[in-house]
């Protein structure tokens, strides 16, 4: 037992740590983003924030590519492909000094990234099912979230010590060091009756398989509003604590202490999925999640900023909430698809990542001296969301127990 308790356990860190290198190439980079854009010659604040969202598109494009191709030829195979293109795009964003060049680079470092970061999901799903699922994907984002507590203060102490360019050779490092943890401890997960031949058509096919589980769409997008509202934050956060609050020395602390409550929460939800449900944790965290923005907007929506003190309070209040729905509405979304766990798990990462880059950006252009229009933004999506939640037949006879 103390055997298969480890197993669990290296298992579980393993997976963390692959999709942990994705959150490290974002959230180092926060701290040093007036640095970089200084040296590309970017041209406001509000441009920096490409070099975050940018990524994430990367991170949707490339799971299309790798996710199919995991069903034929096998989940570790496509780890490596993808963090060979992420050294490449990594090379990229060193050596050139053009903005356009850096997003295209940014761009390129999440097309291999998402290998990783959807591999992982797919070897979970491969490995789990049902409520047990959720709790193993929740406890892999709790440990996942851990990278955002120090990458910040990682970031600013390399940018200090070597310069910018040091961040990005450290996240090549540390990637080196777990593509040889997961090579010499991870055993292939794709099983050989889902194993399928390759064509063009297992696109096609998947794709339609997705569509047909209305179950799987709708959480897809679900996953879509909410990460699109979290990019937000990702993108101006530096701009917020630092510009117009005028905290940029605390920035990497105060990124640390929302991480740390992201993860509470998520511990908290790991616990508590096994005897509620996913379905109903959802439904609770949405309601959360659209209230508490409403309550901001109503306050403080019409006035100057409030206190530093209340806005990290409405912050640890939202992404509490945030932490109850990532994990789980990925779960919720894969449950259906262990027969296209590779495509379906592309599927879902690619749909919600393009709903989210466009959202992103478009509330991030009106956060200039004002956090009111993030606040704003996760209302609105907070409420899309539950609309979409309540459009699912089956959710709505459970809740009104019908059935």
Partial sequence: MQNQQRSQLEFIVLMAALMSIVALSIDAVLPALPTIGDYISSVSETENQKLITTIFLGLGAGQLIFGPLSDSFGRKPMVYFGFGVFVIASIICITTRSFEMMLFGRVLQGVGLSSPRTMSIAIVRDSYSGDHMAKILSIVVMTFILVPVIAPMLGQFLLFQFGWKSIFIVNLVFGFLIMLWFWKRQPETLHEEYKKSFSLSIFKTGTIAFFKIKSAVIYTLLSGFITGSFMVYLSTSQQIFQVQYNLGEYFPYIFAS??????????????????????????????????????????????????????????????????????????????????????????????????????ANYIGSFVKDSVAPLFLGFMVCGLISLVLFYSNSKTIRKLLKIT
């Avoid at 998520?266 to 509620?276: D, G, K, P, Q, W």
């Avoid at 309601?287 to 806005?311: D, H, K, M, T």
């Fill in 258 to 359: 929302l991480a740390i409550a992201i993860g509470l929460a998520t511990y908290i939800n790991s616990a508590l999925v096994m005897r509620f449900g996913m379905k109903n944790l959802v439904h609770l965290a949405l309601i959360a999640f659209a209230s508490i923005s409403f309550i901001y907007v109503i306050l403080f929506g019409f006035e100057n900023n409030p206190s530093f003190e209340i806005l990290l309070l409405f912050f640890t209040l939202q992404f509490a909430s945030v932490a109850f729905l990532f994990g789980n509405l990925r779960a919720l979304a894969m449950e259906p698809m262990g027969h296209i766990a590779g495509i379906g798990s592309a599927l879902n990462g690619f749909i919600s990542t393009v709903m989210a880059v466009p959202i």
